[in-house]
T-cell receptor
Framework: DAKTTQPTSMDCAEGRAANLPCNHS???????VYWYRQIHSQGPQYIIH???NNETNEMASLIITEDRKSSTLILPHATLRDTAVYYC???????????????FGKGTKLSVIP | EAQVTQNPRYLITVTGKKLTVTCSQN?????MSWYRQDPGLGLRQIYY???????DKGDVPEGYKVSRKEKRNFPLILESPSPNQTSLYFC??????????FGEGSRLTVL
């Protein structure tokens, strides 16, 4: 069963903010939300992750709703190089013991338009 | 530089000819994993390893073997490749709850 639901594709104008939604209504209390992206056929690249607070780094911001059932990845000023498939994943946070897995769905194909 | 290195990057082979795709990481990561990616199916996990001598099946392990004799290496073995194993393969590693680092991919064609 898919743990996350993302739109298949989205367009964004260059220079504008790209807002990529993700639904994860069955997320459990110890699961984090991770975002990765894959440019063409390169290896996926980590973007950001969070538990319940909003997070920001040099690449993006992650907004998680209070009930944690959905989140939004924000690329503040999209460039052509941000054209990629973006994956939203929920997973437990491995910390030296137990099992940890990242299951990739089909993601959202973001096209940044000039 | 932190990296995951896969070899070969491209390979064309024939049905039944055993092959190994190597994966090596230089970050002392405990966790390593293999994925395959096919059009329309996304990334699917083949096998993973939590540490040396500890491996487990992912979602699509049929037709593959792995070994983890050293922490840095996690080779993927296709004992008798078949055309349905034509795919783009990725190796990845991580430490604890940190991000997953991926290799550049190995594109395999089985004729």
């Amino acid at each position: 069963d898919a743990k996350t639901t993302q739109p298949t594709s989205m367009d964004c104008a260059e220079g504008r903010a790209a807002n990529l939604p993700c639904n994860h209504s069955t997320i459990s209390g110890n699961e984090y939300v991770y975002w990765y992206r894959q440019i063409h056929s390169q290896g996926p690249q980590y973007i950001i992750h969070g538990l319940k607070n909003n997070e920001t780094n040099e690449m993006a911001s992650l907004i998680i709703t209070e009930d944690r059932k959905s989140s939004t990845l924000i690329l503040p000023h999209a460039t052509l190089r941000d054209t990629a498939v973006y994956y939203c994943i929920v997973s437990t946070h491995f910390s030296g013991a137990g099992s940890y897995q990242l299951t990739f769905g089909k993601g959202t194909k973001l096209s940044v338009i000039p | 530089e932190a990296q995951v290195t896969q070899n070969p990057r491209y390979l064309i082979t024939v049905t039944g000819k055993k092959l190994t795709v190597t994966c090596s990481q230089n970050m002392n990561h405990e966790y390593m994993s293999w994925y395959r990616q096919d059009p329309g199916l996304g990334l699917r996990q083949i096998y993973y390893s939590m540490n040396v001598e500890v491996t487990d099946k992912g979602d699509v392990p049929e037709g593959y073997k792995v070994s983890r004799k050293e922490k840095r290496n996690f080779p993927l073995i296709l004992e008798s490749p078949s055309p349905n194993q034509t795919s783009l393969y990725f190796c990845a590693s991580r430490a604890g709850g940190r991000e997953l680092f991926f290799g550049e991919g190995s594109r395999l064609t089985v004729l």
